[in-house]
């Protein structure tokens, strides 16, 4: 699928140029006509008869971008200085930083923020371990844990090419909730390892984000860490795509007039994204569903079922469908799609049901064409941020871990999870509503607020008062 130019791959190339003339003007119609984009053109410096200046391009991909910079080289009389990546440089040195939040400009502020004065509230916290909560970073921290073994579009990568995408996750962590997040990059894939290293991490934590770990090794990474732990432990490409997944299919059936317990569904991929969204989705009223995977459809004379394919076959297919994804999708009224791309076409959405449904969120290329899906089907979806509809994780995650802090919660239910779907539903009203707008921007300011009150609500409040709202405080 061609792909147009992006901001991801866009390059700032700084030349010099003759000042008279027509100089300027033919360097961005030498761009466009390769295909780029100027989205900045900046005079630095003029010395002389000659004009220093940055230009800015989008491209498609690497490629693209030196095929550019070779047609720019070879306009007469411009000498080209520099190339900079500009998302090479935004990583330059990491994304994320420590800063302390109390000013350590004298000896008596440095003596209560270190030594001796924090011996007192040392011994508080080890006669009262919950106290930690409330006097140190744990209650507004969340450790990002992954061991690099499945990076979404790059797949096992290893721990050091993981951290710029963990790096990332913590930013959008403080962006969007002010919540301190750390990347943990493990070196091992051996889950007993995993489990036991955020075990004796996670007194620092008031919850764990596990992200990009394969299947089906985090199901179990996952499930006992939760036993393990009295912190939340949340898998965000699983819960986190199931609850992004529940709101806009809720929005999605509101435009089209149909009931979620009514709807035919048939979902491609059984794997840590596809199983959470197919639990959420049953949770939640879904009566009518066909899962499939690169073998076809899951159903119970299969002999390959694993745990989860067996529970998938337990919960759907009630008749029994053998076949292959083509044939569940003909008359399904939704199509759900976290597997590979390019598995559908034009003529397989045309004989869904009338005002279908699809959701091709395979990324970086969907299970089927987004222009070819928006011919026939009422409303289309993808994880890409150029076409509308994008459904994306942090539309979640930054409010649910919000919540679950506030509330100081020591674990997370599927209840949670449903009500962090329903306000994020709600937050498209129904005069924004409609075909191209079932989820709101990641910017919408109500987002992570209205999200963190439905899981703090669900979580039943706060367990204990922060320190600047508690009418007490403790002398150690």
Known sequence: MATAPSVSYSITVRLEVPAGGKAVSGITQHVENAGGIVTALDVSSAVGDTLRIDVTIATRD?????????????????KIHKVSDRTFLMHLGGKIEMKSKV?????????????????????????NKEDARRLTIKRNSVAVVTDGSAVLGLGNIGPEAAMPV????????????????????LDTQDPDEIVRTVQIIAPGFGGINLEDISAPRCFEIEA??????????????????????????????????????????????????????????????????????FHGAVHQGRSDLDSSLQWIADNTNAGGYDGDL????????????????????????????????????????????????REHAAVVATGRSDYPNQINNVLAFPGVFRGLLDAQADGITIEMLTAAARALACVVTDDELGPNYIVPSVFHPEVTTAVAAAVREAAGGRRHAAPEESSEITYG
């Open 62 to 78: 690497t490629e693209h971008a030196e095929a550019i910079v070779s047609v720019l080289e070879s306009i007469e009389g411009i």
């Open 166 to 185: 963990m790096e990332g996750k913590a930013a959008l962590f403080k962006r969007f909730a002010g919540i301190d997040a750390w990347p943990i990059c």
């Open 103 to 127: 000013p350590l400009r004298t000896r008596e502020e440095l003596s209560m923020a270190y030594t001796p004065g924090v011996a007192r509230v040392s011994l508080a916290i080890a006669r």
């Open 224 to 293: 006992r860490l939760r036993e393990l732990l009295d912190i939340p432990v949340f898998h965000d490409d699983q819960h986190g795509t199931a609850i992004c997944v529940l709101a806009a299919l809720t929005n999605a059936l509101r435009v089209v007039k149909k009931d979620l317990g009514e709807v035919k569904i048939a979902m491609a991929g059984a794997g840590a994204a596809g199983s959470a969204i197919l639990k959420l989705l049953i949770h939640a009223g879904a009566r009518d569903v066909i899962v499939c995977d």
């Open 326 to 373: 083509k044939g569940a999708v003909r008359g399904a009224d939704v199509f759900i799609g976290v597997s590979a791309p390019g598995i559908l076409d034009g003529g397989d959405i045309e004989g869904m049901a009338h005002d279908s449904i699809v959701f091709a969120l395979a990324n970086p290329e969907p299970e089927v064409n987004p222009a070819d899906a």
